[in-house]
Nanobody, 113 residues
Framework: QVQLVESGGGLVQAGGSLRLSCAASEIIFSIRAVAWYRQAPGNQRELVAIIANGGTTTYADSVKGRFTISRDNARNTVYLQMNDLKPEDTAGYYC???????WGQGTQVTVSS
């Protein structure tokens, strides 16, 4: 079963940046779309960004222009570069291989005002 490991979260001031990483244990990463989701306490998990195996990207309106999703298929890794962070970006961030019901432990992002 594929395993996903997210990393790179932390505490940052508003306006700051973080780069999240999602590493997969299997090569399936390179042939499927991969998505980043986030979930704040009391809220439903929401889609943040998706990157197709060909590189096409889609973003939630709330992060457009601030976040960039990218992938390195040779390393089975997907990244989420987050710039101009806002307190409302505070959440646990999780990656997911589209169509595969597997989730990592997530990485916490906290943005202070």
């Amino acid at each position: 079963q594929v395993q996903l490991v997210e990393s790179g979260g932390g505490l940052v001031q508003a306006g700051g940046s973080l780069r999240l990483s999602c590493a997969a244990s299997e090569i399936i990463f390179s042939i499927r779309a991969v998505a980043w989701y986030r979930q704040a306490p009391g809220n439903q998990r929401e889609l943040v960004a998706i990157i197709a195996n060909g590189g096409t990207t889609t973003y939630a309106d709330s992060v457009k222009g601030r976040f960039t999703i990218s992938r390195d298929n040779a390393r089975n890794t997907v990244y989420l570069q987050m710039n101009d962070l806002k307190p409302e970006d505070t959440a646990g961030y999780y990656c997911n291989i589209v169509g595969v019901p597997t989730w990592g432990q997530g990485t916490q992002v906290t943005v202070s005002s």
